[in-house]
């Protein structure tokens, strides 16, 4: 069984700052994929970038990306020029080869303040 | 199309109550899943369809628990005899499959359905 742990409950970040998420993951499978969503408050949850497991580049789209360590089983989340609409939960995410269910963590709370 | 809908938003509910939720997935989406999200907790999977084909369900999904998907298009999942302890948000994403390759296959959410039994 796949399990993903996210350690930071809450984080805080000031506008245009720059913050990272963590998120560790263990499993067996070689071929797989991470995901990073994001959930804003009473809003549905949306897709923010993703990682397959087979690729060695990080992933980038526009001012997110992430920090794959596929050694370490790591995936952080790294968010520049933060925006106060990036406030939300985020949680990551772990799918296997073939997509279909998603394993979750627990999320992180970010608020970002003016 | 306007995405994932699900029907109600919000349901309250006696306990030994019986619920059903409606999920209107994105349509010619091929691939449904059924989660649920306690407070404070990332969402934790209950069933996935192809189709309509229940593949998979996951050990949480009680004999209380019952979803379809008759048409291969809308899902329905039952709650019978509800406890307190069902009380959660019930998430619902659809995806494509388009072909046999392990591609990725992206899940769009929709807004959820509240649970609250008292």
């Known amino acids: 069984a796949q399990t993903v742990t996210q350690s930071q409950p809450e984080m805080s970040v000031q506008e245009a700052e720059t913050v990272t998420l963590s998120c560790t993951y263990d499993t067996s499978e070689n071929n797989y994929y991470l995901f990073w969503y994001k959930q804003p408050p009473s809003r549905q949850m949306i897709l923010v970038i993703r990682?397959?497991?087979?690729?060695?580049q990080n992933a980038t789209e526009n001012r997110f990306s992430v920090n794959f360590q596929k050694a370490a089983k790591s995936f952080s989340l790294k968010i520049s020029d933060s925006q106060l609409g990036d406030t939300a939960m985020y949680f990551c995410?772990?799918?296997?080869?073939?997509?279909?269910?998603?394993?979750f963590g627990t999320g992180t709370r970010l608020q970002v303040t003016l | 199309d306007t995405g994932v809908s699900q029907d109600p938003r919000h349901k309250i509910t006696k306990r030994g109550q019986n619920v059903t939720f409606r999920c209107d997935p994105i349509s010619e989406h091929n691939r449904l899943y059924w989660y649920r999200q306690t407070l404070g907790q990332g969402p934790e999977f209950l069933t996935y369809?192809?189709?309509?084909?229940?593949?998979?369900k996951s050990r949480l999904l009680s004999d209380r628990f019952s979803a379809e998907r008759p048409k291969g298009s809308f899902s329905t999942l039952e709650i019978q005899r509800t406890e307190q302890g069902d009380s959660a948000m019930y998430l619902c994403?659809?995806?494509?499959?388009?072909?046999?390759?392990?591609?990725?296959?992206?899940?769009?959410f929709g807004p959820g359905t509240r649970l609250t039994v008292l």
């Open positions: 990682q397959e497991a087979y690729k060695q």
């Open positions: 994403a659809s995806s494509s499959m388009v072909s046999r390759t392990p591609e990725y296959n992206e899940q769009f």
């Open positions: 995410a772990f799918g296997t080869g073939t997509a279909s269910k998603l394993t």
């Open positions: 369809f192809q189709n309509e084909a229940q593949l998979e």
